[in-house]
């Protein structure tokens, strides 16, 4: 190991062990040759750690040559699980990418790609409480995203790439009945689709307009209020000095 002002630098190697061949299948251990490749690691001390691993590459008696396999080099990700484990983390709380980059020590695009490697697979149960929002993203070339969250557990359930009623449909009728028939309440915006689309696939179940979005329509109802009145008042001081100046 190796420690420079900016950074620690491990070099690694693994020992040799059999490995398939992709193309016959054969187990081979013959070693062509040796690259060397950058993989960025967690930090430490403030300072990120990158390892400099040097990689075999196995030749076999087909004549295919392939990359030796460890569990932190694959072909695109130049970073090690426990360093995604962390991007991913840090992209769970309110960071922008370019913030979490900074952090981690590597380039924004290394942390989109982490991100796509995210795959919420459909939840095989729903709970008694759903809770149903939309976001706005960018998956799949749709503006809004749909999530799904356990508001009791508070837990994310998926991520719905559209919100149009079709597909949403489409999505829940994918649970079967007795399974939508438990959700007992479902937790939402006072959007009409939304509404519409849940009687349809929970008929069991009771709508609730969730807190937060009931509020934030009272605060901004208010807020309207409160620059309209504050105009008139904002006028009727004009006014006012006018007719002082007038009569100075
Ligand atoms: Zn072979």
């Known amino acids: 190991m190796r420690e420079t002002s900016e950074e620690y630098v491990l070099h690694v190697m693994v020992p040799v062990k059999p490995h398939v061949c ?26 990120p750690i990158r390892l400099i691993y040097r990689q075999r590459r196995y030749s076999c008696t087909c004549g295919r040559t392939f990359n030796e396999k460890t569990e932190f080099s694959t072909r695109y990700l130049r970073t090690t699980p426990r360093l995604r484990e962390v991007v991913i983390t840090e992209l769970s709380e309110v960071k922008s990418l370019t913030a ?14 982490i991100f796509k490697e995210i795959n919420y697979s459909r939840p095989k149960t729903l709970p008694a409480v759903l809770s149903i929002d939309e976001f706005k993203g ?3 070339g749709q503006k809004y995203q749909v999530i799904l969250t356990d508001p009791n557990d508070h837990k994310i359930l998926d991520i719905l790439p559209k919100r149009d009623t079709v597909k949403l449909i489409q999505y829940f009728l994918q649970f079967p009945r007795h399974v939508r028939n438990n959700v007992k309440y479902i937790t939402m915006d006072m959007s009409l689709q939304f509404r519409s689309v849940m009687k349809q696939c929970f008929p069991k179940a009771h709508i609730v307009a969730d807190r937060f979005h009931l509020i934030r329509l009272v605060t901004f109802a208010l807020e309207r209020v409160r620059k309209a009145e504050q105009n008139t008042l904002t006028n009727g001081l004009i006014g006012q000095k006018v007719c002082v100046a007038f009569l100075n």
């Open 100 to 113: 979490v980059a900074k952090h981690c020590h590597i380039s924004v695009t290394q942390v989109i790609r």
């Open 22 to 47: 992709p193309n016959c299948h054969k187990e081979t251990t013959r070693i062509k040759g040796y690259t060397h490749r950058t993989i960025r690691h967690t930090t430490t001390n403030e300072k």
């Open 138 to 140: 960018n998956a799949a």
